[in-house]
Every structure is written in C-alpha cells, then in structure tokens.
C-alpha cells in the first residue's frame, strides 16, 4: 500500500532554516506529481509546492524565493529546503501523492518557528 513518512520537523527561531524529507513506497514514485501541503493550527491544508516530472517545481507566492523543493527518484524521496522562516510558517507538513489537496499524504511533521 501506498506510504508516505515526512521527517525533518523541529522548533526554528524566525529566520532560520529547516530541511523536511519525505519517502515514498508502495507506489512507482518517479511516475508522480509530488506536492509539500501544510497545515496552520486552526486553519486548512495550504498547498506549498508541486514537483510535476517533466515540469519543474511551481510554489505558493508566500514561500516563492524562501522555499526550495526538490526530489530524488532513485531513492523515492522528496525534500522541502526551508530559509528565511517566519512565524507563520509554522504548520504540520505533509507531502502528498497527485492532487495536492486530495492524494494520499503521510503523517505530517511539525514546523514551529518561535523565538
């Protein structure tokens, strides 16, 4: 079956930089669109990034210049580069597997930057 698992998570101070992982199994991963999604306390999934094969990567305008998404078909494997964070970045991760709102997605990782 299809699995997802994020990993990478962590308390940062404002301006600070995280890297997220996420690896995939159960499913041919190099043949899928692959998206990073967020979740603000109290507020709905936020798409973040898509990584399209044969596309390129397109973001959201509020993490376009911060953010940098990137994936390694060989190790079924995606990452989320994350700089110049801000409080409101602060959200469960997830990756997701096709639509980025419906697909599958895994169990999340917490981002929480605080001073």
């Known amino acids: 079956q299809v699995q997802l698992v994020e990993s990478g998570g962590a308390l940062v101070q404002p301006g600070g930089s995280l890297r997220l992982s996420c690896t995939g199994s159960?499913?041919?991963?190099?043949?899928?669109?692959m998206n990073w999604v967020r979740q603000a306390p109290g507020k709905g999934l936020e798409w973040v990034s898509t990584s399209n094969r044969g596309f390129g990567t397109s973001y959201a305008d509020s993490v376009r210049g911060r953010f940098t998404a990137d994936r390694d078909d060989r190790t079924n494997t995606m990452y989320l580069q994350m700089n110049s964070l801000k409080p409101e970045d602060t959200a469960v991760y997830y990756c997701?597997?096709?639509?980025?709102?419906?697909?599958?997605r895994g169990q999340g990782t917490l981002v929480t930057v605080s001073s």
């Open positions: 159960g499913f041919t991963f190099s043949l899928y669109t």
């Open positions: 997701t597997k096709g639509a980025w709102e419906t697909g599958d």
